[in-house]
């Protein structure tokens, strides 16, 4: 486990990175689920970000090339959206852009699965998903699935997660109870974050639209961006449950804490350590 100063460490660089997400107000494309759209879109502003829900095909060749990075959720999959996601990856990836995989529900289906293991090529700098989904995409199969939902803790996932990020180059972030991080050799665990944040849709989408923003700002340390992101969600939670009654008053809260979090709240509150 980590010792305070690397704590404390941790909490000066996730500073760091919502200080410059809030300057560079970083232009976020998301090509994302009917379910997350509105969540993802206030996390992002409220974060410091400025959201787009630009997915048709026609669009990408004039518009990713303004983002600052891609985001890509198969959360409500068709076979009509798929192309215009790997076009999107693709012109990211030809301009040096970050882009961010979220596998929602990857286990749910052969098609879905398919459909994530093709983006995989594509070289996603991040994928996050819930411990059921790093398990399937990264063992390729449908296994146990409770469709959006983990069946699994994220702690289950870490071997997964390790593979995966080894296979294919990728940063793998699992959400749960502890969010971890690895980049196939490195593994640390992000503890901020409360229950009740999983009775609430999208939420994991919207923290994965988070990490593209704070990898946006940093392209060269994803790793660290990757854990922050996690963290200050996480700890916008922490301070929005103390105001809320339930999911629909935490859903407000954790928007608000989120975006009215200072210097001190982050140094003293983020915890992330260590586990390799
Ligand atoms: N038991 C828990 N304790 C604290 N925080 C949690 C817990 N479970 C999840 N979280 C937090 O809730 C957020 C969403 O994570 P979750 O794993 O539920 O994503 P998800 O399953 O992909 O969600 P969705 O598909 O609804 O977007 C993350 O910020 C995560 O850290
Ligand atoms: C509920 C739900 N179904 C497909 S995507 C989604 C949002 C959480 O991933
Ligand atoms: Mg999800």
Known sequence: MADQEDTNTWGSTSWTRLSSLRQQSPLIQCITNLVSMDIMANTLLAAGASPAMVHSILEIPEFTPHTQAVVINVGTLTPDWLPAMKAAAAVANQLGKPWVLDPAAVGASGFRLKACLELIELKPTVVRGNG??????????????????????????VEAA???????????????????????QRVIGAHNGVPMLQKITATGCA????????VATDQTHAFEATASALSVFGLAGEIGMGLAKGPASLRMHLIDSLHGL????????????SFS
């Open 262 to 273: 200072d210097q001190e709240t982050v140094l003293q509150r983020v915890k992330i350590t």
């Open 132 to 157: 059921s989904e790093i398990i399937a995409l990264s063992m390729a199969s449908l296994g146990s699935t409770k469709g959006a939902d983990s069946l699994h803790e994220s702690s289950d996932a």
């Open 207 to 214: 923290v994965t639209a988070l990490i593209a923003a704070f």
């Open 162 to 184: 390790k593979s995966l990020a080894k296979s294919s180059g990728s940063i793998v972030a699992i959400s749960g109870s502890v969010d971890f991080v690895t980049d196939g």
